[in-house]
Protein backbone atom coordinates (compact mmCIF):
# COMPACT_ATOMS: atom_id res chain seq x y z
CA UNK A 1 0.00 0.00 0.00
CA UNK A 2 1.47 3.86 -0.97
CA UNK A 3 0.66 6.95 0.73
CA UNK A 4 0.01 9.85 -1.31
CA UNK A 5 1.84 13.18 0.19
CA UNK A 6 1.08 16.49 -0.66
CA UNK A 7 2.94 19.62 0.59
CA UNK A 8 6.43 18.60 0.22
CA UNK A 9 8.76 21.52 0.19
CA UNK A 10 12.51 19.65 0.74
CA UNK A 11 14.09 16.25 0.62
CA UNK A 12 14.27 15.93 3.75
CA UNK A 13 10.57 16.10 4.48
CA UNK A 14 10.20 13.62 1.79
CA UNK A 15 12.72 11.69 3.75
CA UNK A 16 10.61 12.07 7.50
CA UNK A 17 7.34 11.12 5.27
CA UNK A 18 9.32 8.09 3.70
CA UNK A 19 9.97 7.03 7.42
CA UNK A 20 6.27 7.63 8.68
CA UNK A 21 5.32 5.67 5.65
CA UNK A 22 7.72 2.59 5.97
CA UNK A 23 6.63 2.53 10.07
CA UNK A 24 2.87 2.13 8.89
CA UNK A 25 4.14 -0.83 6.34
CA UNK A 26 4.24 1.14 3.33
CA UNK A 27 6.42 3.50 1.03
CA UNK A 28 5.46 7.32 -0.84
CA UNK A 29 4.82 7.13 -4.28
CA UNK A 30 7.72 7.53 -6.76
CA UNK A 31 10.04 8.24 -3.14
CA UNK A 32 13.12 7.47 -5.38
CA UNK A 33 12.41 10.07 -8.29
CA UNK A 34 11.14 12.53 -6.48
CA UNK A 35 13.46 12.82 -3.82
CA UNK A 36 16.33 13.22 -6.92
CA UNK A 37 14.32 16.20 -8.53
CA UNK A 38 14.18 17.63 -4.56
CA UNK A 39 18.06 17.04 -4.40
CA UNK A 40 18.33 18.78 -7.77
CA UNK A 41 15.46 21.48 -7.20
CA UNK A 42 17.68 22.15 -4.19
CA UNK A 43 21.12 22.37 -5.70
CA UNK A 44 19.78 24.93 -8.43
CA UNK A 45 17.79 27.35 -6.29
CA UNK A 46 14.16 25.90 -7.67
CA UNK A 47 11.63 25.99 -5.18
CA UNK A 48 8.94 22.69 -5.00
CA UNK A 49 5.46 22.75 -5.95
CA UNK A 50 4.70 20.91 -2.95
CA UNK A 51 3.36 17.67 -4.98
CA UNK A 52 5.44 14.87 -6.37
CA UNK A 53 2.92 15.57 -10.41
CA UNK A 54 4.39 19.22 -10.26
CA UNK A 55 7.91 18.94 -9.25
CA UNK A 56 8.02 16.33 -11.72
CA UNK A 57 6.60 18.91 -14.81
CA UNK A 58 8.41 21.51 -13.16
CA UNK A 59 11.62 19.49 -13.77
CA UNK A 60 10.40 18.73 -17.06
CA UNK A 61 10.12 22.49 -17.95
CA UNK A 62 14.09 23.08 -16.82
CA UNK A 63 15.11 20.08 -18.89
CA UNK A 64 13.27 21.27 -21.39
CA UNK A 65 14.50 25.13 -21.40
CA UNK A 66 18.10 23.46 -20.44
CA UNK A 67 17.98 21.24 -23.68
CA UNK A 68 16.62 24.58 -25.88
CA UNK A 69 19.66 26.71 -24.14
CA UNK A 70 22.14 23.73 -25.26
CA UNK A 71 20.55 23.66 -28.63
CA UNK A 72 20.91 27.30 -28.98
CA UNK A 73 24.46 27.60 -27.82
CA UNK A 74 25.47 24.88 -30.15
CA UNK A 75 24.06 26.41 -33.01
CA UNK A 76 25.58 29.76 -32.29
CA UNK A 77 29.25 27.68 -31.71
CA UNK A 78 28.48 26.45 -35.56
CA UNK A 79 28.21 29.42 -37.05
CA UNK A 80 30.97 30.97 -34.54
CA UNK A 81 32.74 28.27 -36.23
CA UNK A 82 31.97 28.70 -39.68
CA UNK A 83 32.64 32.70 -39.71
CA UNK A 84 36.51 31.75 -39.24
CA UNK A 85 36.50 29.01 -42.03
CA UNK A 86 35.11 32.00 -44.20
CA UNK A 87 37.74 34.49 -42.93
CA UNK A 88 40.33 31.83 -43.98
CA UNK A 89 38.68 31.32 -47.60
CA UNK A 90 39.23 34.91 -48.01
CA UNK A 91 42.60 35.15 -47.02
CA UNK A 92 43.51 31.99 -49.31
CA UNK A 93 41.38 33.77 -52.44
CA UNK A 94 43.26 37.24 -51.40
CA UNK A 95 46.60 35.45 -51.10
CA UNK A 96 46.10 33.72 -54.49
CA UNK A 97 45.29 36.93 -56.02
CA UNK A 98 48.36 38.47 -55.04
CA UNK A 99 50.44 35.28 -55.70
CA UNK A 100 48.34 35.80 -59.57
CA UNK A 101 49.43 39.20 -60.00
CA UNK A 102 53.27 38.64 -58.28
CA UNK A 103 53.23 36.13 -61.20
CA UNK A 104 51.68 38.61 -63.89
CA UNK A 105 54.41 41.17 -62.70
CA UNK A 106 57.59 38.68 -62.91
CA UNK A 107 56.29 37.33 -66.33
CA UNK A 108 56.25 40.92 -67.60
CA UNK A 109 59.52 41.89 -66.00
CA UNK A 110 61.30 38.65 -67.54
CA UNK A 111 60.09 39.45 -71.03
CA UNK A 112 61.25 43.27 -71.08
CA UNK A 113 64.38 42.13 -69.03
CA UNK A 114 65.02 39.28 -72.37
CA UNK A 115 64.41 42.00 -74.60
CA UNK A 116 66.58 44.31 -73.24
CA UNK A 117 69.29 41.33 -73.25
CA UNK A 118 68.81 40.51 -76.68
CA UNK A 119 68.89 44.19 -78.10
CA UNK A 120 72.02 44.44 -75.87
CA UNK A 121 74.08 41.76 -77.15
CA UNK A 122 72.31 42.86 -80.84
CA UNK A 123 74.11 46.41 -80.44
CA UNK A 124 76.89 44.49 -78.56
CA UNK A 125 77.78 42.49 -82.09
CA UNK A 126 76.96 45.10 -84.13
CA UNK A 127 80.01 47.49 -82.22
CA UNK A 128 82.44 44.68 -82.06
Excluded: C
Aim: charged fraction near 25%; aromatic fraction near 6%; glycine fraction near 4%.
Amino acid sequence: MSIKVDGIQSEEELRKAQAAAQAQGSTITNYGEWSQILKDFAENGIQSTGSFAGDKAKMQEVQKAVQEYVTELQQQEKIQQNAPQNKETEKVQEASQTDKEQNMKATVANATSSQIMADYMKYYHLLM
